[in-house]
């Protein structure tokens, strides 16, 4: 059995309740916890791309999540927000054409947007890596060329440091620099999925933690659920509850939020535990 974890897009909201919804397992089940820590393959897209390399990394659970609601952090806030990017995206998605050609135009705009400048987003990006190394286990970071709208799974053989990998996944458009790296530049792995479950295809089985609630619209086929549903493996999907939702508050994209996504993720790990640990068979 090859077990994966799935850790999707959310903002800074989403690294934080990610890591708020293990500790909170790790509360109740330590077993289950364990488990999901040393899943074979984890996976992550955006904030959890973060979470993912987070993980990686052998830190420990507790110091990450202390880390989450610390009041000290080097994050930086955007200067937009939510509501500016989704305005962005239906722009691009009103006019007709592919999906890559729809991805292509979001990726024109996150060029032309200005933004922080690259070094000081990859800056932001390396204080949050425990390590800034590849580890030597299964890790794999989704990001969207913005030239050709093509999905780039990225892992230690890529020829792409983890900083780079990371900070690429976790581009958002109109919010950071899309990340170069040799003649390409590359935005959000989350841009046309937030979960890309078709990277975790070797997997027999996976968790997948969502920092969104199951009704959320997709701008491209049939949304998460329908995405996860479709998986040919066993799957557990955890999305966020009210609590959590609540939590997040009206930007996922400030560094504000995440001290209560924390703290919400922890609270809604602890009520998700059993059920976890069932799927998990420890």
């Known amino acids: 059995m090859r077990r994966g974890l799935v850790l999707a897009g ?3 909201a989403g690294i934080a309740w990610e890591t708020g919804i293990m500790q ?3 509360d109740e089940a330590p077993d289950a916890a364990r488990a999901l820590l040393d899943s074979d393959v984890l996976l ?3 904030a959890g791309s973060t979470v993912a390399a987070q993980i990686s990394s052998g830190a420990l659970l ?5 880390a989450q609601v610390s009041s000290d952090s ?3 806030d955007p200067g ?3 509501d500016d990017i989704t305005e962005m995206f239906l722009t691009a998605m009103m006019t007709p054409g592919t999906k890559e050609e729809k991805l292509q135009r979001i990726g024109a705009i996150a060029v032309a947007t200005e933004t922080v400048a690259e070094p000081v987003r990859r800056a932001v990006i390396g204080h949050r890596l425990p390590s800034r190394e590849w580890a030597d286990r299964v890790l794999r970071v989704t990001a969207v060329d913005v030239a050709t709208g093509e999905l780039l799974v990225i892992d230690r053989d890529s020829g792409i440091g983890l900083v780079d990998a990371v900070a690429a996944s976790c581009a958002v458009p109109g919010a950071w620099p899309p990340v170069t790296v040799g003649d390409r530049r590359f935005m959000d792995g989350g841009v046309g999925s937030t979960v890309n479950m078709t990277a ?3 997997c027999d089985a996976v968790v997948v933690l969502v920092p969104s609630s199951e009704t959320v619209p997709s701008p491209f086929g049939d949304g998460v659920v329908a995405e996860i549903a479709a998986f040919p493996g066993e799957t557990l999907a955890v999305y966020a509850d009210a609590e959590s939702i609540t939590a997040f508050g009206l930007n996922p994209l400030d ?3 995440r001290i209560p996504s924390a703290n919400a993720g922890r609270a809604q790990g602890r009520r998700d535990a059993t059920r976890i640990a069932r799927f998990l068979g420890v």
């Open 62 to 66: 507790a110091d990450l999540f202390a």
């Open 24 to 26: 909170g397992v790790a």
């Open 44 to 46: 992550g897209t955006s």
């Open 74 to 76: 080097h994050e930086i």
């Open 10 to 12: 959310g903002g800074l």
């Open 255 to 257: 560094p504000a939020c």
């Open 200 to 202: 975790a295809s070797d």
């Open 80 to 82: 937009t927000s939510i």
